[in-house]
């Protein structure tokens, strides 16, 4: 089983890559995959700690309940800013 992770701005830059694949060992919460992403990614381990990384889940943003599935789209957006 397998989720498309997608990074964007700032969190693309800081792993070097848009775009990974990431076995998963079945489904997961998103609280259970935000571990694994700060194991795999321990760049983005303070971002996603401190709430400032948005997660969506094929294009719909997600809380740590939602259920993360084989074959989803996880997409991990920077905090916003601006006025």
Same mark, same amino acid.
């Given at each position: 089983?397998?989720?498309?992770?997608?990074?964007? +701005?700032?969190?693309? =830059?800081?792993? /070097?890559?848009?775009? +990974?694949?990431?076995?998963?060992?079945?489904?997961?919460?998103?609280?259970?995959?935000? *571990?694994?992403?700060?194991?795999?990614?321990?760049?983005? +381990?303070?971002?996603?700690?401190?709430? =400032?990384?948005?997660?969506?889940?094929?294009?719909?943003? +997600? /809380?740590?309940?939602? *259920?993360?599935?084989? /074959?989803?789209?996880?997409?991990?957006?920077?905090?916003?800013?601006? /006025?």
């Amino acid at each position: 089983m397998a989720v498309k992770l997608k990074f964007f +701005a700032m969190l693309k =830059g800081l792993i /070097g890559r848009e775009e +990974a694949e990431l076995e998963i060992p079945g489904e997961i919460s998103m609280a259970e995959l935000k *571990t694994i992403i700060k194991r795999e990614y321990p760049v983005l +381990a303070d971002l996603i700690d401190k709430r =400032g990384v948005l997660v969506s889940v094929n294009q719909e943003f +997600a /809380g740590n309940e939602m *259920t993360i599935k084989d /074959g989803d789209e996880v997409a991990f957006l920077p905090p916003f800013s601006g /006025g």
